[in-house]
């Protein structure tokens, strides 16, 4: 991960929220294109959105994924979007 450069899947209905903090958003507006966003490019965090219609269905597949070891960050409102992000990225990139 590159602390300039971060790259974030967003599922989520406003992926502007995450433009501040990435310098690459992938957003996805179905379960399985954003599951083919975690396998193509290998996103450095993942931000779901939990009132998102597909929110449950990703997070469902994303934990049964051994493999997968990307941080997921579950947000419930856009207000808890930042600090849970910067620490998440602050975390990886230390």
């Not at 300039?4 to 294109?33: C, K, M, R, W």
């Not at 599951?35 to 779901?48: E, F, G």
């Not at 597909?54 to 979007?81: Q, R, Y």
């Amino acid at each position: 991960m590159s602390r300039q450069n971060p790259q974030v899947l967003y599922i989520g209905s406003n992926p502007a929220d995450v433009e501040p903090f990435a310098a690459h958003v992938f957003a996805a507006t179905e379960t399985l294109e954003a599951l083919a966003i975690v396998v193509t490019y290998v996103p450095d965090a993942v931000v779901i959105d939990m009132r998102h219609p597909i929110a449950h269905d990703v997070l469902s597949h994303l934990e049964s994924a051994d493999w997968f070891d990307t941080p997921v960050l579950k947000i419930n409102s856009v207000s808890e979007l930042e600090k849970q992000i910067r620490t998440i990225l602050n975390r990886e990139l230390a």
